[in-house]
C-alpha cells in the first residue's frame, strides 16, 4: 500500500511546488520588509499569506476528489485499477495521500507563519524576547480555558470533517462517472450529488438527535463541542461511504 500512497502524492506535486514556490516568495519579501523597516509591506505581506492558507487548505483538503475526477474523465490512471492490489488498499492510499496532502500544506504556512513571527521577534527585541512570547502565549491558552486536550479534539474536529467530505466527493465522482452519468455533464452530476448526500447526512444526524437517548449524550462541555455520538455518528458514516465508493469502483473499474 505504500507505493500506492507514494504514487497519489506524486500526482499532487506539481500543486505542492507552485503553493511552496509562492510562500517562498511571501517570506523573501517579508524578511526584505523587515531589513528595510517596510512595515507596510510587512502588513500587507501577513494578510496575503494568512488568506492564501484558508484557501490552499481547502484546496487541499479536496484536492485528491479533483485528481479523481480528473482521472476518470481522461481515462488517466485506469491502469491503477488493474495492479495486482485490491480496491480497499487502493481507495485506502487514494484517502491517505488527501489527508496527506492537506497535512503538508498546513505544516507548510504554520512554519512558515511561526518563521515571520520568530524573525520579527527577533530584529526587535532578540532571542531572550522571543521565548517571552511563546511562555505568554501559553499562559494566555491557560488562563483562558484552552488546555491541550482542547486542540487535540480541535484537531480531530477538523480531521473527522474534512474525512467526510473526501469520502462524500470519493462516493460522489466515482458514482457519477462509472453508474449515472458517462459524458461531460457527470462532473455537474458529482457536484449536485456531493451536495444532496451532505443533505442526506445531516438530515440524519438530525433525525437521530431528536431521540431522547441520543440527546441525552451531549452537553459534555467541552470547547468542540463532540459527543461520543458525533464522533461514532460519522465514522460509521465515513465507513460506509468508503465501503460503498470501493464495491462501485471494484465492480466498474477493476478487472
Not at 506535486?13 to 516568495?25: D, E, G, N, Q, Y
Amino acid at each position: 500500500m505504500g507505493k500506492l500512497i507514494k504514487y497519489e502524492v506524486r500526482k499532487q506535486r506539481t500543486a505542492r511546488l507552485v503553493i511552496l514556490s509562492a510562500l517562498a516568495v511571501g517570506l523573501l519579501v517579508f524578511w526584505g520588509g523587515l531589513l528595510f523597516d517596510k512595515e507596510q509591506v510587512m502588513g500587507v505581506t501577513i494578510a496575503l499569506m494568512f488568506s492564501a492558507a484558508i484557501l490552499v487548505l481547502f484546496y487541499s483538503g479536496i484536492e485528491g476528489v479533483l485528481v479523481l475526477n480528473k482521472d476518470l474523465r481522461t481515462k488517466q490512471s485506469y491502469m491503477l485499477w488493474m495492479v495486482p492490489k485490491s480496491i480497499w488498499e487502493i481507495m485506502g492510499a487514494k484517502f491517505i495521500s488527501s489527508i496527506l496532502q492537506m497535512l503538508i500544506m498546513f505544516a507548510l504556512f504554520a512554519a512558515a507563519g511561526g518563521a515571520c513571527l520568530a524573525s520579527a521577534v527577533l530584529k526587535v527585541d532578540g532571542f531572550a524576547s522571543l521565548l517571552d512570547a511563546f511562555r505568554i502565549l501559553s499562559s494566555a491558552f491557560v488562563e483562558g480555558g484552552i488546555h491541550w486536550t482542547d486542540m487535540v479534539q480541535i484537531a480531530f474536529l477538523i480531521f473527522l470533517a474534512w474525512s467526510l467530505v473526501i469520502m462524500i466527493g470519493f462516493f460522489a465522482v466515482i458514482l457519477s462517472r462509472t453508474v449515472l452519468v458517462k459524458s461531460r455533464f457527470a462532473g455537474l452530476v458529482a457536484v449536485i450529488l456531493f451536495f444532496v448526500i451532505n443533505f442526506v447526512v445531516e438530515r440524519g444526524y438530525d433525525l437521530l438527535c431528536s431521540i431522547p437517548a441520543i440527546s441525552a449524550m451531549f452537553g459534555s462541555g467541552n470547547l468542540t463541542g463532540l459527543s461520543v455520538f458525533d464522533v461514532l455518528y460519522y465514522l460509521v458514516v465515513c465507513g460506509i461511504l468508503f465501503t460503498a465508493s470501493s464495491l462501485v469502483a471494484d465492480k466498474k473499474l477493476s478487472v
